[in-house]
Structure formats: C-alpha cells, structure tokens
Nanobody
Framework: QVQLVESGGDSVQAGGSLRLSCSVTVSDSEYSVSNMYMAWFRQAPGKEREGVAV????????NYVASVKGRFTISRDNAKNTLYLQMNDLKPEDTAMYYCAAARAVISALRPSQYKYWGQGTQVTVSS
C-alpha cells in the first residue's frame, strides 16, 4: 500500500551537510505524506535502530532525538509526496544507514516497532 524510497546518502567530512529524500508512493488514496506519521531512523553497525526525527500528521509538529536537535530538520512536501531530512554540521557519530518510515498511528513516535512501512535505506558516512 505504501512504498518508500530513500536517496541522498553520501560520504562527507565532519561539519558537512546532506539532504536525504524519501519518495512516497501509495496505492490507496487514503494514505499520503500529509496524513501519516513520517519518520527517519538510523542504524549503525552493531547498534540498534534509532529514531532520529518524526513529523506528525496534519501539521508541522516535529520531534527529534537529543543528539541531532539543532542540526537536523525534518520536513515534507505534500504536493510531491516526499519527506526530507536536512542534516547540517554532520559528525562521525552520525554515520549510519538512514531509513524512512511511515505509520498511520503511533504511541511512541520515535520507536521503530511503531512503524509499518519502511524504505530500503540510504548510507551516510561522515569522516573526521
């Protein structure tokens, strides 16, 4: 019903910036970027998947994990059915596979288990 495709991952030096995109394709018009919880997660080798940022349905409310606040910005373009993650002042500890995820309803918005739809991921590598 919902397909997510991430892009924009790359290798950058510390202090650099990247913008990740997540293109959303739906087979049911009931679903859209605007009416779902849309989130970015990341997973580094040997670590658990971590919620990075989420944007709530029907508005601009957002939430971020403490380690990226002030550096990352999540946004969406409803007309393009696309989710973005602007990442500035990147640090080596931001190195991970980044995943886009979507859900119609969640209880804890940055918990991976809450999300039904996932993309395949895009790699971000930050060198010091």
């Amino acid at each position: 019903q919902v397909q997510l495709v991430e892009s924009g991952g790359d290798s950058v030096q510390a202090g650099g910036s990247l913008r990740l995109s997540c293109s959303v394709t739906v087979s049911d018009s009931e679903y859209s970027v605007s009416n779902m919880y849309m989130a970015w997660f990341r997973q580094a080798p040997g670590k658990e998947r971590e919620g990075v940022a989420v944007i709530f349905p029907y508005g601009d409310n957002t939430n971020y994990v403490a380690s990226v606040k002030g550096r990352f910005t999540i946004s969406r373009d409803n007309a393009k059915n696309t989710l973005y993650l602007q990442m500035n002042d990147l640090k080596p500890e931001d190195t991970a596979m980044y995943y886009c995820a979507a859900a119609r309803a969640v209880i804890s918005a940055l918990r991976p288990s809450q999300y039904k739809y996932w993309g395949q991921g895009t790699q971000v590598t930050v060198s010091s």
